[in-house]
């Protein structure tokens, strides 16, 4: 998308984008917990899910997450349909992004009156893996500051990772498709604008079967965002 401008117009520029600039990578990360051992696997009763967790430790820890407060959880559990003994995984890693104190951003502004943001790209990689298990997805959501939850007022949906298999980091840069118009674009791009804080939420929410590793491990994932500033 173009300006027109006077032939002899001072600093008018041609591009109404006139610098892209990479954010620094948002780093979240949580711990799962050291335990060892594996899903019982004889059949339990669901009124009595002791069989499940009789002589188990599941003491996930997250006292470890390197940036931004986290809750893990996992607890074993006897499923009603199968009879068999499971692990449910539930981690939340809340963690907000202000860029005034990204020296990109500041650098980039530099006092000038920023008059459009576009969300260029949004990527992510997950450079630390040694979760026990496979993630189906990390479900990434944004919302306005103080957000604490992903159910929370004004927050959206950003997307999903692919699946991560257990152990398996993954080091090149995967893309997000956020639409044009789409709550999330938006929110990004006014919350940048306005230069206010937002709120990155990020969940995974795993079942472990019987027979399977009891969940346990790190993982960390980078947020790699780019804006284009117009001035």
């Known amino acids: 998308m173009a300006l027109t401008c006077a032939p002899l117009a001072a600093s008018c520029s041609k591009d109404i984008f006139d610098v892209t600039v990479n954010l620094g990578a948002e780093t979240y990360s949580a711990n799962v917990g050291q335990q060892s051992g594996t899903i019982p696997t004889v059949t339990c009763d669901p009124a009595a899910p002791t069989t499940c967790t009789g002589g188990q430790a599941v003491d996930p820890n997250s006292t470890m997450v390197t940036t931004g407060p986290a809750t893990v959880g996992v607890s074993l559990s006897c499923d009603a349909a199968t009879v ?43 450079p630390v893996n040694t979760l026990t298990f496979e993630a189906p997805a990390v479900d990434v959501f944004a919302g ?39 709550p999330a674009r938006a929110l990004i791009e006014e919350s940048v604008q306005a ?30 965002p780019q804006v284009q500033l117009g001035f």
């Open 195 to 224: 230069e206010q804080p937002f709120v990155f939420v990020l969940t995974m929410g795993p079942r472990v079967e019987a027979g399977d590793a009891i969940p346990a491990g790190m993982f960390e994932v980078d947020l790699l």
């Open 144 to 182: 306005p500051a103080g957000t604490a939850l992903e159910t929370d007022p004004g927050v959206v949906s950003v997307g999903s990772t692919t699946p991560i298999p257990a152990g398996t980091p993954v080091t090149a840069a995967q893309h997000f498709t956020i639409a044009d118009g789409s």
């Open 84 to 126: 068999h003994c499971f692990a449910q995984v539930n981690v939340r890693v809340v963690y907000p992004v202000n860029v005034l104190q990204d020296d990109a951003f500041v650098a980039a502004v530099a006092q000038r009156s920023i008059s459009l943001v576009r969300l260029a790209d949004l990527a992510y990689t997950v």
